[in-house]
T-cell receptor, first 115, second 111 residues
Framework: EAGVAQSPRYKIIEKRQSVAFWCNPI?????LYWYQQILGQGPKLLIQ????????DSQLPKDRFSAERLKGVDSTLKIQPAKLEDSAVYLC?????????????FGPGTRLTVL | KNEVEQSPQNLTAQEGEFITINCSYS?????LHWLQQHPGGGIVSLFM???GKKKHGRLIATINIQEKHSSLHITASHPRDSAVYIC?????????????FGKGTLLTVNP
């Protein structure tokens, strides 16, 4: 079974530039999560999708971050414009939604450096 | 908001030592997760538990719901166990299940 795929793995941009990350979850996983992990911290949830609908985006900085999962499969997270404090690893995870406590499967992450 | 505290933040051990990492949380949860993160970012789920104790190979996870505390033990530690170990608490259920993560414990096992 293929795991969660993310691209790119690394990205370096200047502040005020735009960047986009892509995630393809495990086939059949209805729930998709985007997390931001700043160095030395645990992951922080940015947005959670159930199929193509948003379940929780309360911690997404909506003035600069946006995410979509139009067909309920793969997803894109965008930052526009980027700030220095956006430097972090962006993790995508997916899970089935059928169980009570659902194990999340993580992708390798995208390491973003904003200069 | 559920706070998740892990201790220690950093841990260095010699190969073969018994390792314990602790996790405390502040409010009621549905389940507790232990995860492992290697350099490069990839996160792997080790355990998900809502009561008692689970064992997988040299890893043991325990949880005390009344005390809101969990421990991860590694027996006969090995350099390949070197990684960041993250405790996360889950709340809600089904498609509304959400994780809140601790900051992680960086474990280094020296040969």
């Amino acid at each position: 079974e293929a795991g969660v795929a993310q691209s790119p793995r690394y990205k370096i941009i200047e502040k005020r530039q735009s960047v986009a990350f892509w995630c393809n979850p495990i086939s059949g996983h209805a729930t998709l999560y985007w997390y931001q992990q700043i160095l030395g911290q645990g992951p922080k949830l940015l947005i959670q999708f159930q199929n193509n609908g948003v379940v929780d985006d309360s911690q997404l900085p909506k003035d600069r971050f946006s995410a979509e999962r139009l067909k309920g499969v793969d997803s894109t997270l965008k930052i526009q414009p980027a700030k220095l404090e956006d430097s972090a690893v962006y993790l995508c995870a997916s899970s089935l939604s059928s169980g009570t406590y659902n194990e999340q499967f993580f992708g390798p992450g995208t390491r973003l450096t904003v200069l | 908001k559920n706070e998740v505290e892990q201790s220690p933040q950093n841990l260095t051990a010699q190969e073969g030592e018994f390792i314990t990492i602790n996790c405390s949380y502040s409010v009621g949860i549905s389940a507790l997760h232990w995860l492992q993160q290697h350099p490069g970012g990839g996160i792997v789920s080790l355990f998900m538990l809502s009561s008692g104790k689970k064992k997988h190979g040299r890893l043991i996870a325990t949880i005390n719901i009344q005390e809101k505390h969990s421990s991860l033990h590694i027996t006969a530690s090995h350099p390949r166990d070197s990684a960041v170990y993250i405790c996360a608490v889950g709340m809600g259920g089904g498609s509304n299940y959400k994780l809140t993560f601790g900051k992680g414990t960086l474990l280094t096992v020296n040969p």
